[in-house]
């Protein structure tokens, strides 16, 4: 995730969002029609630095097929099913949600009551409960903390069982208020160009070491943890009336969308961490297809040109990281262009900020291309290695802000050392990148921690290990743990597991809790 992370720093950027801001509040809803554009694009081989040694190829990225969760993941067994039904009026800001939970217990424990995590309860009349049901019957859903309710009592489901809860109810949605300098970007809700659905259905936490995996939102960073999940949602087509002419919602989704006889759209999302739709009369959609991956930008008509750029960086990115890494798994990913100054990781789909298309210079040396590339990363770390968002940030973001770094040396080695001193070296950057995000003083110090420090922390552990090991190291990192959630203490063993020096001087350096295991 991006939030707020330069603003301050760069003397051009309140200039350069104000009249980014000025532009967007000049636009209306145009009435041409979306003309799709789409490439095939060349793959490009990934390389390090000409100093380093030649690192052992990765097998080749075979096109990619829709899968079923079982296919992704065939030692997961059953996994717990979301079938959710959508009425959305954006034009009223409501929604009527049926969000039926096909749940496996997989805690190894009989459970007789379930906590839920609602986002949206968090919001000023943002949910509205109209009923809950265990397996057709009336059950009470209780709400603990701002964000965690619980079903209570249930009828108990033993470890191993399954059970059908049916929650039904209303989201009324927030607006997406101006940015801030004392309050955390926004993401859920509508501007009077978009709506954003995350987070927007009750899940059931995972459940690690006897007990649910929950927190309260901090003032800065991500708080939830999100386990595996099949998605199934159906949502009517939308409409938008203007001046007497009816125009189409363009749909931006985790997952590619499909037509049903009875005039709604389905979309179904097998072995998630979650699903999220965006929505706009006004977006222009750019695909390009790489290893078979239909990637999709959706921007807004001023910034088509800055569109293009995001989707261009986003598909190298995709193809480098599939190499690098593992295979990117998905039919499809989406790139949404913010209508705030933020940017956000989902599965399957991500924000980018609007600041960073209006400030697109034409080149590479600037956040649109840099952020697109981090945040195509968070489809390795953070959706197919995941991690304790609020504990343990260090593990998705320090790593995604490095794979900028890998994607720059790879794409465009002759801006490595810009790259440094733009992104990281200017900061200064201190502290210890492992706390949690309720431990540091503020939002400056997170980020310079937690994403800045923690690219220098790869860094040295690369040059100790040597380029191979390295990336040896997280391939392995990837594929031991996909579709898992991992710890601190499981990177660092694989890190040690490869390096053919001791890493303990540069695990002391920048971790507080290092403890040799």
């Not at 899968?67 to 065939?74: A, D, Q």
């Not at 959609?285 to 569109?307: C, S, W």
């Not at 190499?323 to 933020?342: G, K, N, T």
Request: aromatic fraction near 14%; glycine fraction near 8%; charge should be negative.
């Amino acid at each position: 995730m991006l939030t707020r992370r330069f603003g301050r720093a760069i003397l051009g950027w309140c200039l350069g969002v104000s009249v980014g801001l000025g532009l967007v509040a000049c636009q209306t809803v145009r009435d041409t029609p979306l003309t799709p554009t789409k490439q095939t694009h060349e793959i490009v081989s990934p390389s390090l630095s000409s100093s380093a040694p030649a690192p052992t190829p990765v097998a080749e990225v075979t096109e990619t097929v829709a899968l079923t969760s079982t296919e992704v993941y065939p030692n997961k067994g059953e996994l717990t099913r979301y079938r959710l039904r959508l009425r959305l009026n954006p034009e009223a800001h409501t929604a009527q949600v049926e969000a039926v939970i096909n749940w496996v217990n997989d805690t190894g424990d009989s459970q007789s009551k379930l906590p839920l995590v609602i986002e949206p309860a968090g919001y000023p009349n943002g949910f509205i409960l109209i009923e809950a049901l265990q397996d057709g019957k009336p059950v009470t859903l209780v709400q603990d903390t701002v964000n965690v309710w619980w079903l209570q009592p249930v009828t108990p489901v033993a470890a191993g069982g399954t059970s059908e809860f049916t929650v039904t109810y209303q989201l009324d949605l927030p607006e997406i208020p101006p940015p801030s300098g004392t309050a955390k970007p926004q993401i859920f809700g509508f501007t009077q160009r978009q709506v954003n659905l995350v987070d927007w259905y009750p899940y059931v936490p995972p459940y690690q070491g006897g007990g649910w995996l929950t927190h309260t939102p901090g003032f800065f960073g991500e708080h939830l943890v999100y386990p595996l999940a099949d998605f199934e949602v159906t949502l009517q087509e939308v409409t938008l009336q203007i001046e007497g002419t009816t125009r189409e919602w363009v749909v931006a989704a985790s997952a590619p969308i499909e037509r049903t006889s009875e005039g709604t759209l389905l979309f179904e999302h097998q072995g998630a961490r979650n699903f999220v739709l965006s929505l706009s009369p006004e977006y222009r959609l750019f695909e390009q297809t790489v290893n078979g991956v239909d990637v999709r930008g959706y921007v807004f008509p001023e910034n088509e040109r800055a569109g293009q750029a995001a989707l261009e960086a986003t598909a190298q990115a995709l193809d480098l990281y599939s190499q690098w890494f593992i295979p990117y798994m998905r039919p499809q990913l989406s790139l949404v262009e913010a209508d705030f100054l933020d940017g956000m990781e989902y599965d399957g789909l991500y924000f980018l900020s609007k600041g960073f298309y209006n400030l697109y210079d034409g080149t590479p040396q600037g956040y649109l291309t840099m952020i697109a590339a981090h945040e195509t990363a968070h489809q390795w770390w953070y959706v197919r290695v995941a991690n304790d968002q609020a504990m343990h940030p260090w593990l998705d973001e320090a790593l995604c802000t490095y794979s900028e770094r890998l994607f720059y040396e790879s794409i465009y080695p002759d801006l490595v050392s810009w790259w440094w001193f733009y992104r990281v070296n200017y900061y200064q950057p201190g502290g210890w990148i492992d706390q949690s995000i309720y431990d540091y003083a503020g939002y400056q110090a997170y980020r310079n921690a937690v994403y800045l420090r923690g690219a220098q922390f790869f860094e040295g552990v690369r040059q100790t290990m040597g380029d191979e090991a390295f990336l040896a190291a997280l391939r392995e990192y990837a594929q031991r743990y996909d579709g898992k959630i991992a710890f601190p203490e499981d990177l660092l063993d694989v890190l040690n597991a490869h390096s053919p020096n001791d890493l303990e001087p540069i695990f002391r350096q920048y971790l507080s809790a290092y403890l040799p295991r």
